[in-house]
């Protein structure tokens, strides 16, 4: 297959993940979904239920379903400590298949309309410090999941900078939703207002960070 036809085949695969995504909404499906029932379930597999949960995790990208309900929910479930196990296994795994399905499909057709010398220059220095830019990604909220994951894979990020990169900085974030979703169950508790501290100071990395920088600037000038 010609690298035109991958870049095409890749593209349309996201396209119908997003229909078919758009198609449950629509039909109701999400809505007639006993998400209890599920819970249950899933907690009297003991570990096959988080194995099932850590397959769904890795391919959760494929079909764009957002990361964060998945991993609140998996606190939600399997408690703080093994539910954040089992997202970092699974998310990482999942970061690794959309890392290698955009870079064995997508990056040839992508160097095409690379044409921008910004982003020329941004896949250089993605190629020079592919782990720090990884890291710095990964740790901050603002950034989507998948489309660090897949967008790493369109650039020249080198596959062990992008790994070392994900599975460092995706612990933070695991550690912080999966305390919140655990938290879920007791709602008002001191339990569940120190969790949602723990989010909001996540949330407030981003600002933090950007303060920084710009004092960095100013000092610069």
């Keep these: 297959m010609g690298r035109s036809k991958s870049f095409w085949l890749l593209l349309g695969w996201f396209l119908a993940a997003v229909a078919g995504l758009l ?7 999400w809505a007639e979904l006993d998400l209890s029932r599920v819970t249950e379930w899933l907690r009297q597999l003991g570990p096959f239920g988080g194995l099932l949960y850590i397959i769904v995790y890795t391919l959760r990208p494929l079909v764009l379903f957002p990361a964060t309900p998945l991993t609140l929910y998996g606190g939600y479930v399997f408690g703080a400590f093994w539910g954040t196990v089992y997202d970092i296994i699974g998310a990482g795994a999942g970061a690794l298949l959309s890392f290698y399905i955009t870079r064995k499909w997508g990056r040839n057709g992508f160097q095409r309309i690379l044409r921008s010398k910004k982003l ?10 592919g782990f720090m830019v990884v890291l710095y990604m990964r740790l901050m ?5 998948d489309g660090v994951s897949y967008g790493a894979g369109l650039s020249k990020i080198r596959f062990w900078d992008y ?3 994900t599975l460092i900085g995706i612990i933070p974030g695991a550690v ?4 919140f979703g655990a938290s879920l169950h007791d709602i008002g508790s001191g339990k569940f207002y120190g969790a949602v501290g723990m989010y909001i100071l996540f949330a407030l990395i981003p600002l933090f960070f950007k303060r920084r920088q710009a004092v960095k600037d100013r000092n610069r000038a």
């Design 23 to 29: 198609v449950l909404q629509w039909t109701g499906v």
């Design 176 to 179: 912080v939703y999966n305390v």
């Design 163 to 165: 790994t070392w990169g």
């Design 120 to 129: 020329q220059s941004f896949d250089q220095k993605a190629e020079e410090k």
């Design 141 to 145: 909220p603002f950034f989507p999941f």
